[in-house]
């Protein structure tokens, strides 16, 4: 392991939200804002160069958006880790993002605290996922989109494919499941169910299995659509 600082690439078109994304973090022990960018190819092309820990990147920009940006990056870097920035009524858009390989999802007017933990979770391999959000993307799923918005992307888990992957869960893999879909860490689930971090990896690892699941987050919302989590 190196002690050199997670170093962050943000993506927003407003050059005040980037400042004071930059400034909140700067407090933040271990994290430093090394690069800038106001639209996803930049972004895009900027990670690809430097690969930054973690990219946060916004939805709606002039120019390349933040959803082409995290194609084309993930498509060209895989292992990327990319960190939506959302704000409420961009669920449609929100929900493509998680089809793409979003690592997570964070409100723009989110606590210092929560930004920081966002960051070190998804570097961690973590998910952070905050209710908020997740009762945006649960009712952007429910809800038929108007005409005019985008359709939902392919790829995204559903619960007629999930509640089969369910019943194949063991009794532990379905407690971690729940503490997923809680916006828990592996340490906080390591912590609460009283074993190691690397026994919670391989529990998360074969839920994803068993649910089909790309990611954390995709599991995080199976759970609650399949009634597991109440808000």
């Not at 600082?5 to 005040?16: G, H, S």
């Not at 973590?126 to 790829?155: K, M």
């Not at 509640?163 to 879909?181: D, F, N, Q």
Request: glycine residues 8%; proline residues 6%; negative net charge.
């Amino acid at each position: 392991m190196t002690d050199r600082p997670l170093r962050v690439l943000i993506a927003d078109d407003d050059a005040l939200v980037r400042g004071g994304i930059r400034f909140v973090l700067s407090m933040a022990p271990g994290i430093e804002v090394c690069w800038e960018a106001a639209d996803g190819a930049r972004a895009a092309a900027l990670a690809l160069e430097h690969r930054p820990d973690v990219v946060l990147m916004d939805v709606q920009m002039p120019g390349t958006d933040g959803l082409t940006g995290l194609v084309r990056l993930r498509e060209a870097w895989p292992e990327a880790v990319v960190i939506i920035l959302t704000t409420f009524g961009e669920s449609d858009y929100v929900t493509r993002a998680l089809a793409g390989g979003a690592a997570g999802f964070l409100l723009k007017d989110a606590a210092a605290d929560d930004l920081a933990r966002a960051i070190r979770a998804a570097a961690d391999g973590d998910a952070f996922l905050s209710p908020a959000v997740t009762r945006q993307l649960l009712d952007g799923l429910n809800t038929p989109a108007p005409s005019a918005a985008p359709p939902p992307a392919p790829g995204i888990a559903l619960p007629e494919f999930a509640a089969k992957g369910l019943k194949e869960l063991s009794a532990r893999e379905r407690e971690v499941l729940v503490l997923i879909a809680q916006g828990l860490s592996n340490a906080a689930i390591s912590s609460q169910l009283f074993i190691s971090e690397a026994t919670v990896k391989t529990h998360v690892s074969r839920v994803l299995t068993k649910l089909g699941c790309d990611n954390r987050v995709q599991a995080a919302l199976i759970a609650h659509r399949l009634g597991l989590v109440r808000n």
